[in-house]
C-alpha cells in the first residue's frame, strides 16, 4: 500500500512565498512520477508540475517562472516551491503518485489548502 502525505500551504499575501512538501511512503518501485494538482472552487483538477524520478519537469503555463519542483528519490519526498503567488494561485493543492508500470497506478494526498489575499 502507498500512502502520500501534504504538508505546508496556508494564507499568504500576493507577491509572498509558499513551499509544499509532500512525502510518499509504501512500495515504490520503477520509473514514477510525483506532482501537484490544484482545484479552485468550481473549477476541474488541474496540473501545476511534475517531476520524474530521472528529474524530467513539466510545468503548467501558469507556474512557468515562478514555481520550482523538485524532489529527492531516496526519501520518496517532492517539493513545490511557489513564488510571486497571485489570488488566482487559491486553491487546495494535491500531490500525486504515478507508476505508470504495469498497471498505471495512482495515488493522492489529502490535500492542503493554498490561499493568496491580502
Known amino acids: 500500500q502507498v500512502q502520500v502525505v501534504e504538508s505546508g500551504g496556508g494564507l499568504v499575501q500576493p507577491g509572498g512565498s509558499l513551499r509544499l512538501s509532500c512525502a510518499a511512503s509504501?512500495?515504490?518501485?520503477?520509473?514514477?512520477?510525483m506532482g501537484w494538482y490544484r482545484q479552485a472552487p468550481g473549477k476541474q483538477r488541474e496540473l501545476v508540475a511534475t517531476i520524474t524520478n530521472g528529474g524530467i519537469t513539466d510545468y503548467a503555463d501558469s507556474a512557468k517562472g515562478r514555481f520550482t519542483i523538485s524532489r529527492d528519490n531516496a526519501k520518496n519526498t517532492v517539493l513545490l516551491q511557489m513564488n510571486s503567488l497571485k489570488p488566482e494561485d487559491t486553491a487546495v493543492y494535491y500531490c500525486?503518485?504515478?507508476?505508470?508500470?504495469?498497471?498505471?497506478?495512482?495515488?493522492w494526498g489529502q490535500g492542503t489548502q493554498v490561499t493568496v489575499s491580502s
Open positions: 500525486n503518485l504515478r507508476m505508470p508500470f504495469p498497471h498505471d497506478d495512482n495515488y
Open positions: 509504501g512500495s515504490i518501485r520503477g520509473f514514477n512520477v
